[in-house]
């Protein structure tokens, strides 16, 4: 990850919704209103009962993963210390959410 140069930060949500107002010349309040919108949708493309991905044209795709089960380790090696073995604990199964950069997007830097 880039780190952020000193004198630059990141917009703020109302910076965001300001610009993007004064653009489309549309209103602060409709602007917000479309932001929710495309929350709910993204919602309920990846929720459980979704397709379980959603794509913002041009910009982003958004993918529910399922990631499995692990199961404990006793004495396994440890891959910081060479030649020495530690026991992992089990973790259970979980949803992780995934987010790629498109073609688009990346042609924006």
Same mark, same amino acid.
């Given at each position: 990850?880039?780190?952020?140069?000193?004198?630059?930060?990141?917009?703020?949500?109302?910076?965001?919704?300001?610009?993007?107002?004064?653009?489309?010349?549309?209103?602060?309040?409709?602007?917000?209103?479309?932001?929710?919108?495309?929350?709910?949708?993204?919602?309920?493309?990846?929720?459980?009962?979704?397709?379980?991905?959603?794509?913002? /044209?041009?910009?982003?795709?958004?993918?529910?993963? &399922? %990631?499995? $089960?692990?199961?404990?380790? =006793?004495?396994?090696?440890?891959?910081?210390?060479?030649?020495?073995?530690?026991?992992? /604990?089990?973790?259970?199964?979980?949803?992780?959410? &995934? %987010?790629? $950069?498109?073609?688009?997007? =990346?042609?924006?830097?």
């Amino acid at each position: 990850m880039a780190k952020a140069t000193a004198g630059k930060k990141a917009p703020t949500k109302t910076e965001i919704i300001t610009s993007i107002a004064e653009a489309t010349e549309l209103s602060k309040k409709q602007v917000s209103a479309v932001f929710d919108a495309l929350g709910e949708e993204i919602k309920k493309g990846i929720g459980s009962r979704g397709a379980g991905v959603f794509t913002i /044209p041009g910009l982003v795709k958004i993918e529910r993963k &399922k %990631v499995p $089960a692990k199961p404990a380790r =006793k004495n396994a090696p440890d891959p910081f210390n060479p030649g020495q073995f530690r026991d992992y /604990p089990a973790k259970p199964a979980s949803v992780k959410v &995934k %987010v790629r $950069a498109l073609k688009n997007l =990346k042609g924006m830097l």
